[in-house]
Every structure is written in structure tokens, then in C-alpha cells.
């Protein structure tokens, strides 16, 4: 599968996968796929027509994308009159650009030719892509709103954790020298002004709630405050040096 690069090109093969899935799987009639989607009629008896060697027909057959899929086909069944069309659409774009980096983590297919190292970072991205369909799938399941953020958060750090371990892979050249990017150390002071006037407010002082899946949350938000911080600080003096 050739490299992605940004949501429009997939979008369409997307929509095209779900309106299927729903006509077929979920029994939802074509006017009410038409209104979850967010397109004209006419778009979805286009979807649902087999156009071989289409798009949508080689991302269907990809194992790594199609649960992710048909959760949110089953997600759009169950819970249609819940949501307002905006956050629909939201919901379309975020998946597939996650299925974007499913499918652009899906490089390396044989893995005899790796030495030991690339192996283990390998198997790692692996791990961390399937930790996030399973997020994936069970955020679209659950009902309650915060746990349905945590899990999608939690996804969304899997798939970030798998970008940061492939890019790895991918660039070793970079890995083993490094060049100073005169703008890095620029922004570098910018974002930590951002930073600090942003985050000056702990999450967790401000907002008192008895809800596990808030607090978490609110926890990561601090937390993940505070890693900004140590991250941007730590580079900001290595390059100072
Ligand atoms: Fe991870
Ligand atoms: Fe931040």
C-alpha cells in the first residue's frame, strides 16, 4: 500500500468502506447512511457499487484497518440519533487519519532481514498499532463520554508512540548524526512561553469531580503539561550548550 499523506485521500475510500458496512452489516437504509455520512444519495449507491481496483476496495482488504472500520460503522448504528453532524464528521476525519498511520507504520513486511535491533523496534511498532486499535474499538463502544476521550486518547498516544518508533526505523541517518536546525532553537523559546502562559492553572486544582475517567483525564492534561515543559526545557539546554 503506497504512502499517505494527508486525509483527503482517504476520506472518500473511508466513507465508501462504512457506507457499506452499514447497508450491509447493520441493516441501515441507504437515506439514513446518506444523512450519517453527511453526502447526497446519490453518493452512497456510488459507495456501494464494487468498483474494482478502487481505493476503498485495497484498503478493505487490509486486516489492520477493518476492525477499525467496522467499529465505527457499529458505532454510527447503534448511537446515529446521538450525535450532531458536526461531531460525525469529526469522528470520520479522526479516524482516518489514524487508519493513515496504520497504514503508513505498515512498511517493513519481512522482518527476517532485520538485524536484532530493527526487530525489536519493529515489533514494538507493532505492539503499540494494535494497542491502538484495540483503544479504538473500544472507545466506539463505550458510552460514557469521558471514557470514550480516555480511550481514544489512549490511541492516539499508541499511534504516536508507533510514529516516533518507525520514523526511528526509517531515518537512522539522522539517528546516528545530528545537524542543528537553526529554527529549532528559536521555536524552541517560543513554545515554552506558550507553554508556561497556557498551563499556569493545574486542571485537577481547578476542576473537582468524583468521576474517575474526568480526573484521569484532567491528570493527563496536567501531566502531559508538565511533559512539555521537561521536554522543551531539556532540548532548549542541550542546544544552549
Ligand atoms: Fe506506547
Ligand atoms: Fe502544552
Known sequence: MSKIKNVEQVLPAVRALLA????????????????????????????????????????????????????????????KKKEGEMRRNMTIIETSENIISIINNQGIKDKRKLDPKTKILQDRVEAELREARTSLNMANNIEDGFGKLLFKGLASDSIRHAEIVSQVIRDQETVGSFKLDRKLKKYLKQMIEEEENASEQSMTKLVKTSHPAVRALLQSVDQDEMKHKKMLKSLSKYLDS
Request: proline fraction near 3%.
Open 20 to 79: 457499506k458496512e452499514l447497508i450491509n452489516n447493520h441493516n441501515v437504509s441507504k437515506a439514513d447512511v446518506s444523512r450519517i455520512l453527511g453526502i447526497s444519495p446519490a453518493a452512497v449507491t456510488q459507495y456501494t457499487k464494487n468498483k474494482r481496483g478502487s481505493y476503498a476496495d485495497e484498503l478493505g482488504k487490509n486486516k489492520e484497518v477493518l476492525p477499525v472500520i467496522a467499529s465505527l460503522a457499529e458505532h454510527f448504528a447503534n448511537k
